[in-house]
């Protein structure tokens, strides 16, 4: 996987809020889509919802390996809670 590089469009940073709830077997196939962008200034938050199938590990793997993934835990309150969480935390626009 080749992380975002590429446009640079304005300089503004995009936050793409990623709710995840049992999804261990997309969230590769996600990462690869999300790591295929071509705008660069990208920030990707993984908000895991009470996952309890190993997406959360999945997910901080990804933010090991990349500086522009954060991952925030939750208990499960479902995929509003996730997404209201998300626009909390982002940096971006």
Request: charged residues 25%; proline residues 2%.
């Amino acid at each position: 996987m080749r992380m975002m590089q590429g446009m640079e469009s304005d300089g503004k940073k995009v936050s793409i809020i990623v709710p995840v709830y049992n999804a261990a077997p997309y969230l590769g196939r996600c990462m690869e889509s999300l790591s295929g962008q071509s705008y660069g200034n990208l920030e990707i938050l993984f908000i895991d919802d009470g996952s309890v199938d190993g997406s959360g590990r999945i997910c901080d793997g990804y933010a090991g390996r990349y500086g522009n993934v954060r991952v925030f835990d939750t208990e499960n309150k479902g995929v509003s809670s996730a997404r209201n969480l998300g626009m909390e935390v982002c940096s971006g626009e």
